[in-house]
């Protein structure tokens, strides 16, 4: 016994059953995708429409009222994909006769394995489906996914968060079918929508199972974020505990010394980030060095700043066990001390580029127009990623994704 | 006839002149295009089809007109335009020109 549902195609009533209806309306919402632009969308999905209900017609009975969904899935079959204006001219233009113009179209194109995109995928997200979107559009599992955003969260003593909240406000959620196509690079064809609509629906079918496996792994995320916290802490005072064992005044005048050597190191680090950001930004490679080309600048960004974070963090570490070994109010002294070298450091190494490099001083004496040009690049990384998006939705959010992205950054920065 | 996906783009090409060629002899409706097609090497389906029919009427090569049906709902008789008439001649004209090159160049 199956569920029936009662549509209407271009005026014409039909019963199906329930998979099947997903089939169909998986397919048609495909159309409306490819059809996006086409001035004659509302007249093509009627003809579409219609032909589907001639198709339907055929395996109706006096007896036999409802349509299986096996019998839709044939009708798809034969409907086959439909195809935007774009790809079906492409071929029309490579023989040259006399169309119209078409500077869209990507000849060979149609065959090849479909662009993959970065969305969120809300089935199955444990919160927004960031995660899950990655572990799409990377082809691993999510659980590795989720491990990574945990791991990294803890190793940047919970910075991280702030990259999951900036790509939660940027990245698109993937809504229709195509979109779900694109953020997993699967070619997208009407078998291959109802392939996933049929799975989809199962999955819902079996949505106790489903509820029970998600409780399971919600514990399970739970048990690994305690283990987590409690190793850090752990480790944190392990290192604490080293540096004052070895205390006393030579220690003391260690410590001292060690704090010049970290600010120094600190500064400079700092400084080697932001250049090798802003060249990135600006020349797409980093002093000269190329990054492989799938990979958007901002996610390049991103993984500079990881770098960062992983070396400065021991660092870090090391100045806080300074801090505690030498206790008291020599605490704050240290601590302003720290502040007023690094900065005096990093200054001076401005200073030094500005006077030595010049493509510092060009940098700088161009100021705004090189900060528009990194500033549109790395827009255009995020719009190539949400290509068929409409720019106004990503305007609207950018603002508050860089100042997420800007406080993550100065955060990981300053602690 | 041939299979080799190399031939593709040369059948997609030529689809669109097909169905000028086969909209030439008499007014038909998509179901009868399709029929037609089917039996040759440009077999489509309507996916393909109703998209690239609608370009073909914006850009003025074919219009059509409804006409009732004994069975079911009226159907779109699809007729060449003038415009329509022109275009397949030039690209017959063409084709007979593309032969007589492939053919000399292989002398």
Known sequence: MNTVIIINL?????????????????????????????????????????????????FLLPHKNVL???????????????????????????????????????????????????YQIREGAMLSGVCTGLAAYLNVDVTIVRIAFVLLTLLTSGIW?????????????????????AAAGAPFNAQEVIDRAKKHYGEFKDSKEWRRHWRQQRREWRRQWREGAYWWGHNLQRN?????????????L??????????????VLFCALIAAIVSLATTGAIFGWVVAGSIPLWVSILILMFFYSMISRPLRHARRAIYFNTGGNNFYWFAAWYEILSTGVLILVCWLAYTHLPEVRDFFQHFTQNVTLMWNNIVDSFHHTVSHKPASGI????????????????????? | ??????????????????????????????????????????????????????????????????????????????????????????????WAYLNTTINQLGR
């Open chain 2, 1 to 94: 006839m041939t299979t080799d996906p190399k031939f593709n783009p040369i059948r997609k090409g030529l689809l669109e002149f097909l169905i000028l060629q086969i909209i030439s002899a008499d007014k038909v409706y998509v179901a009868d295009m399709m029929k037609r097609l089917q039996e040759t090497d440009f077999a489509t389906q309507e996916g393909t089809l109703y998209p690239l029919l609608s370009k073909m009427r914006r850009e003025e090569y074919v219009d059509y007109e409804w006409q009732e049906s004994e069975s079911g709902p009226p159907r779109k008789y699809y007729k060449l335009t003038a415009k329509g008439k022109t275009q397949l001649a030039e690209f017959k004209d063409y």
């Open chain 1, 254 to 267: 260690g410590a001292t010394l060690l704090i010049p050597f970290l600010a120094v190191f600190n500064a």
């Open chain 1, 10 to 58: 271009n005026g014409n009533a039909f019963h199906l059953e329930e998979p099947g209806f997903k089939s169909l309306q998986a397919y048609l919402e495909r159309a409306q995708a490819a059809l996006k632009d086409n001035p004659d969308k509302v007249e093509i999905m009627a003809d579409l429409e219609q032909a589907i209900a001639d198709k339907c017609a055929r």
């Open chain 1, 395 to 415: 305007d609207a959010r950018l603002p508050a994704a860089a100042a997420a992205a800007s406080a993550s950054a100065f955060l990981a920065l300053r602690t």
């Open chain 1, 68 to 118: 299986t969904a096996a019998e839709i899935d044939e009708v798809l079959k034969e409907m086959g994909p439909v195809q935007s204006e774009n790809t079906a001219d492409a071929g029309a233009a490579g023989t040259g006769g006399g169309s119209g113009p078409n500077p869209e179209s990507k000849p060979g194109v149609a065959g090849a394995g479909a662009p993959k995109r970065l």
């Open chain 1, 240 to 252: 604490v505990h080293a540096v004052s064992s070895s205390a006393g005044y030579g220690g003391h």
């Open chain 1, 161 to 181: 968060i702030l990259v999951y909240l900036g790509m939660m406000l940027v990245v698109p959620f993937a809504n229709t079918g195509e979109e779900h196509a």
